[in-house]
């Protein structure tokens, strides 16, 4: 067996990088495409971190069995790889937004076809890209999210501030409907507790027996009886 090129090894070698490395990869015909449309299709993948190369299938297909990345069956033809690696500025790339650049491409180029690819090591037909391409980018998701997040809480802050004034408002018709709030009585200490003092006086004399009337008239006789008895020794002393 002939031994490869050191040029072959190298492209292998960054052939098989690259899938390892790449969240995804979308295998491209790029038959009858022009230079200039070519370039045109790298500058749109190269701000959301992807990359269009083209090598030979022979390589490619030896990179992907090292890599145990499974694109053989879509390796015929002029072939090109459109990886979603990192942006210019070292952000990673966005594999919606690659899949979006593709199929836009391809409406405005009907030369590039989509064949497959993979993602994060799952195999990818043509309409797993397409459906892909659909899901909105990574930012409008984002801010999606976060709006879901943010409208409980605000509904959860409008509610708390709701049911302090709901009191208020119902305890205000309470006292509305009951004629207004009562007013406060005024401080009067000494006439309360003197006729506190009355009311239980009375209530005591009450509870109590009256006296009757043998009772009433023996109290006179007696003291006439003590007045006859003191009186009469000191007469008879006298006439002594």
């Given at each position: 067996m002939e031994n490869p090129r050191p040029e072959k090894v190298a492209v292998v070698?960054?052939?098989?990088?690259?899938?390892?490395?790449?969240?995804?990869?979308?295998?491209?015909?790029?038959?009858?495409?022009?230079?200039?449309?070519?370039a045109q299709l790298r500058g749109a993948l190269r701000p959301v971190g992807g990359s269009y190369k083209i090598y030979k299938n022979t390589l490619v297909r030896r990179a992907a069995s090292q890599a145990d990345v499974d694109i053989a069956e879509h390796l015929t033809g002029p072939t090109a790889l459109a990886f979603t690696e990192t942006t210019p500025d070292g952000a990673p790339g966005d594999v919606v937004t690659v899949a979006k650049t593709?199929?836009?491409?391809?409406?405005?180029?009907?030369?590039?076809?989509?064949?497959?690819?993979?993602?994060?090591?799952?195999?990818?037909?043509?309409?797993?890209?397409?459906?892909?391409?659909?899901?909105?980018?990574?930012?409008?998701?984002?801010?999606?999210?976060?709006?879901?997040?943010?409208?409980?809480?605000?509904?959860?802050?409008?509610?708390?501030?709701?049911?302090?004034?709901?009191?208020?408002?119902?305890?205000?018709?309470?006292?509305?409907?009951?004629?207004?709030?009562?007013?406060?009585?005024?401080?009067e200490p000494e006439p309360e507790a003197t006729a506190d003092a009355t009311e239980t006086d009375a209530a005591e004399a009450s509870t109590e027996d009256p006296p009757n009337d043998a009772e009433v008239a023996?109290?006179?006789?007696?003291?006439a009886d003590e007045t006859e008895t003191t009186d009469a020794p000191e007469t008879e002393s006298e006439e002594a």
């Open positions: 070698e960054e052939v098989e990088k690259r899938l390892t490395d790449a969240e995804s990869v979308v295998v491209t015909e790029y038959r009858g495409l022009t230079v200039d449309q070519l593709l199929r836009d491409f391809a409406k405005d180029n009907p030369e590039l076809v989509i064949k497959g690819g993979v993602y994060e090591g799952n195999a990818l037909t043509q309409e797993d890209i397409q459906a892909l391409a659909d899901v909105e980018p990574r930012e409008v998701l984002l801010a999606k999210f976060a709006g879901l997040l943010q409208a409980p809480m605000s509904q959860f802050a409008r509610l708390l501030q709701a049911v302090p004034q709901n009191f208020a408002y119902g305890l205000q018709a309470l006292i509305d409907e009951q004629g207004g709030a009562p007013e406060a009585p005024a401080d023996a109290e006179p006789a007696a003291d």
